[in-house]
């Protein structure tokens, strides 16, 4: 796919908006506004043919017999899948590379362990004939009984995992001997990354080539998925996903929905279309998992904190693991000499869940954000107060100093802003007529996770530039930076720069996951694009063709997509016109950051698995993004409703490629922290351990109309320990305290502390 | 979805004439009806198309009432002009329906077909026991999730909340549906659930909803609707009220009070008692207050669903006495 030099932004967008750090407008927005972006599953391709998932009713036990005749009969139907029919895959390594058991791998259950499980497949000539014949499979079961969730008797105490232990000094001790303490436990429900477009995909087999056009935030690591299942090498597979309609974290690897139409692509010897309904979103893949903390603060009399104790336990599934590190910001966010961090995880019948937008530090920053309020109010300090009070000078656990931390510029800046010093400390102390008015503060982080990218950037005969990758934009802003990045570094305008993603057959890329993109992806172009640059103003010194050669200049300067001597003495010409007179018709350069002496298997292992990704206490310093929210709402004493009404949030993620982009990312994330916060919740049936608000009229998400006007502002500085290019994650920052500070200011508002997501209003009537 | 036919309907003659073959669904807006369809809850085997018929989507509004037809857009019917000035409580009610994209799709007479949003009547196929679908199967959602459920005029044999709003404003100002040249009032068109939760309008085979009529009065035109829910748009109610007043001479004393609640029980519920406690009385808070306590006279909760007990009179209050500050 090719974004075909789309005009951008408006009129006020000068030339320097398309160099980098400039506010550049999408470059793939007009495609999108204009339909003419074709997502995955738009493809049209001669012979599809479509799936339907049939799905467990029951949450725990074994499929005794599916009874297929029916559906075999309806009109239309190919193929009916069943665990017993469908071909045999073998396993696949997981996420870090890990060799797979030597084992098959069937995507069709046999063993049920949690409710809307796929145990079939209907294949017809039309949609509507799977979705008819998929109604007539019937399956029978075996039942068992299930755990439910993390409250289920039976579930217990879970696994303890080493790994997450954090602790320095004797914090029990010095809990037990703090002259102030407070200790509560505060709870998330299962949250869903609801993307707008619902998983699936289109798999085609020519020979032992697959090709799997599927919405996609990792399209090396799934191809090598797909690869590994199938048997086939990896270079045999290609991902095509030009375009994705929100990941946030839940498209960036191959599930077995995708085994399930590749099987049937493969049988049927035909190009087989899946797409999931929304209902099956909600249990094909894996949401947040609902999380339990404990947080226990000791602290003097000034609210100095001396001790943290922290525990937490978050769901997994039967047969999966999924770790949601619930110390993660617990363990950074403020000085303490004595902490110790513990976590657990339960199993109970689910789907295992998966990432969502800041796995970890999300619900991580809702236990100590909340709880530093509740001692700010304990020991009667100002909630910004004590944070600063308590402000961690290096990193607390790594026992490092920090690359960047504008945290106490984002606290003075966003409380400026907001107008903190005028707030009246008291609970239900600001009101408007039945409306209590509540301001509520809270700190955010994400670690600046780092790996190597690779891009191939040319410049045409015609003097425009075109970069390859195999990256992707979700949304997020990718090829929008990259064509910056690319026009700045050799020196023509945006408009020249056609950017091509979502492609595996492009140059390498790791995952899109983690906001760790844009640092990798800039780098690469930045480094393809000044070698090319090189190789450019080279010819023109040298080649005996060239204008410039009898200058004997040293350098050259392009600029605009011209070439002229940097002190404007010689001739001026196009990028084109010296490519003609040297006889070229491209210079083509790849670029990557990966170490100098990496070999080809280091590259595959890079872009195929997360498991040479740069840990963020790397060397020297503690990476990390930072963000401070000052939250306003009104809630109705009555009625016991909030709604926000004022945000303003202060954020540190260094340089910023594209404010414009960055700001746009900044708010979504505070958007689903206020869904997060007030409404999103996976509501269980306990006796069937079913979601029964499978959809988008039942799982609520926010509407404009429960959003205000949100400001935010960047108060970064480039960092170069984080990226080449000065940057620091953007994406997932936002949401991370979004939570606590509203939880917060209901706590102002209403005296009454919620410590359980979300604040619906049967918790404050 | 199961392959079904369509037809489209020359008169309404022909449409009921269709409509009565077995299998056979009136299809207008569709936002139902096609969502209902997806489910799994419906399998109409022909939808009689019926929005090309003249002459039933007009809005006509005298001092006598207001008629509706049965075509008429929620969105038209909710910006209208007379039906904003004389019956405020039905805009507000429309206004706050839906999203504007299903109130520019969805018909006055198919909002008044609405069926309930309980997710075990939604989902046949994880949920077979559901009386409202199969009669004599069971209840799901008794024991089950209830937050949204109601806690009036339920039965042993469904409890599932009537979803809608603008009903819920008709029921308050004694609309009257018609059926052709049979006519019903509102709060007798909606059916408690009873044993026959299957059942739950007053409309016979070979019938069709034409026209609302919606007297005028005093009430209706001091009138107003309060929906309160966890997302300001775009959500069922939690509970919701449509109340009227009308002031004697001095401005203060009630002459006449309308309330209906929404959000809480299986149909429109129209709370007579609430009303009677206040009419004749000086309008003041606290009796205001004690009176609609008497809206949920009755109510019985299945667990989550008890906080409507405690919100739905807090709703009934705030809207009456936001209808005395205008006086």
Known sequence: MTVHNIRHGDASDGALSEAVGGRLSRVDGPAKITGAAKYAVEQRLEGLAYAVLVESTIASGKVRAIDTTAAEAAPGVLQVLTPDTIISLRTASDWFGTPPPDKPYCPLARDI???????????????????????LVKVSYDETPSIVDLSDAKAGDGIPIDAMTKEWGDAQAAFASAPVRICAAYNTPREYQAPMEPHGLIARWEDDQLTVWEPSQWLDGMARTYAEWFGVPFENVRLVSPYIGGGFGSKALALSHGAVAACAARMLGRPVRLVMTRPQTFTGYGGRAAT??????????????????HRGVNETSIDGMWVEPLGSVTSIMYATPTFSSKQNVVRVNSVVPGAMRAPGENPSAFGIESAIDEL?????????????????????????????????????????????????????????????????????????????????????????????????????????ILAQTAAETVGVRADDVVVKLG???????????????????????????????????????????????????????????RIGSPRGDGPDVSIAELLKSVGRDHIEATGDTMPANSTSDDRYKNYTTIAMALPHTEGDYSRHSWCAHFIEVRVDEDFGTVRVSRVVSALDSGRLYNPKLAESQWKGGIIMGIGQALLEEGIMDRRHGRIVNNNLADYLVPTNADIPDIEVISVGIPDLHSSVLGGKGVGELAIVGVAPAIANAVFHATGKRIRDLPITLEKLI | ????????????????????????????????????????????????????????????????????????????????????????????????????????????????????????????????????????????????????????????????????????ALVAFDAVVHLGLRQVPVDDFFLL??????????????????????????????????????????????????????????????????????????????????????????????????????AVEGAVDHGANHYKIELAPRVVARAILKLGETA
């Open chain 1, 113 to 135: 362990t949690f409710s809307g499980q796929h145990v079939a497949a209907v294949v017809a000539e039309t949609f509507e004939q799977a979705v008819a014949a998929a109604a």
């Open chain 1, 292 to 309: 339990r903390q404990t947080v226990a603060i000791g602290a003097d009399a000034n609210g100095k904190i001396q001790s943290i104790v």
């Open chain 1, 376 to 480: 700010a109010y304990e020991v009667g300090i100002d909630p910004l107060e004590i944070r600063l009070r308590n402000y961690a000078e290096q990193d607390p656990h790594a026992k490092k100093a920090w690359s960047t931390r504008q945290l106490r510029e984002a606290f003075a800046t966003g409380a400026e802003r907001f107008g903190w010093f005028r707030r009246t400390p008291e609970p239900r102390s600001m009101r408007d007529g039945n409306q209590l008015i509540g301001w509520g503060v809270a700190a955010g982080t994400y670690p600046v996770r780092r790996a190597y990218g690779e891009a191939i950037v040319r410049i045409l005969a015609d003097g425009s530039v075109e970069v390859e990758s195999s990256s992707i934009d979700m949304g997020q802003g990718t090829y929008t």
């Open chain 1, 503 to 561: 492609d595996s057959r492009f140059p390498r890329a790791g995952v899109t996951g983690g906001s760790r993109l844009a640092g990798v992806m800039t780098g690469a172009v930045y480094k393809a694009a000044t070698s090319a640059l090189d190789q450019l103003v080279g010819l023109a010194i040298s080649d005996p063709r060239s204008p410039f050669h009898a200058l004997q200049a040293n350098t050259l300067v392009v600029a605009n997509g």
């Open chain 2, 1 to 168: 979805m199961k392959d079904f036919s369509y037809l489209r309907a020359a008169s309404v003659d022909a449409a009921l004439q269709a409509a009565a073959l077995p299998g056979a669904m009136l299809l207008a807006g569709g936002t139902t009806l096609i969502d209902l369809a997806k489910c799994g809850v419906t399998e109409p085997e022909t939808l009689v198309d019926i929005t090309h018929l003249k002459g039933l989507n007009s809005i006509e509004v005298g001092e006598r009432g207001a008629t509706i037809g049965a075509l008429a857009r929620m969105g038209h019917v909710a910006d209208h002009g007379d039906i904003k000035s004389r019956f405020p409580a039905v805009s507000e009610a429309l206004w706050q329906a839906a999203s504007a994209q299903i109130r520019n799709m969805a018909t006055i007479g198919g909002n008044l077909m609405q069926r309930t949003r309980c997710p075990y009547f939604r989902d046949p196929a994880n949920f077979p026991a559901c009386n409202k679908r199969e009669p004599g199967s069971g209840c799901s959602a008794i024991g089950g999730v209830t937050r949204g459920h109601a806690v009036l005029g339920t039965s042993n044999a469904c409890i599932a909340m009537y979803p809608g709003d603008l009903a819920v």
């Open chain 2, 193 to 294: 659930p009873g044993t026959t939760p299957n059942r739950e309008h007053a409309i016979e085979p070979g019938e069709m909803i034409t026209a609302i009529e919606i007297p005028g009065s005093a009430s209706a035109r001091r009138s107003t609707y309060l929906k309160i829910r966890d997302r300001q748009s775009y959500e069922f109610a939690a509970a919701s009220a449509a109340v009227g007043v009308e002031f004697e001479a001095d401005g203060r004393t009630i002459r006449d009070l309308r309330v209906a609640l929404g959000g809480v029980a299986t149909k429109p519920w129209r709370a007579r008692a609430a009303e009677d406690a206040l009419k004749g009385k000086v309008l003041e808070p606290d009796a205001v207050r004690a009176a609609s306590l008497l």
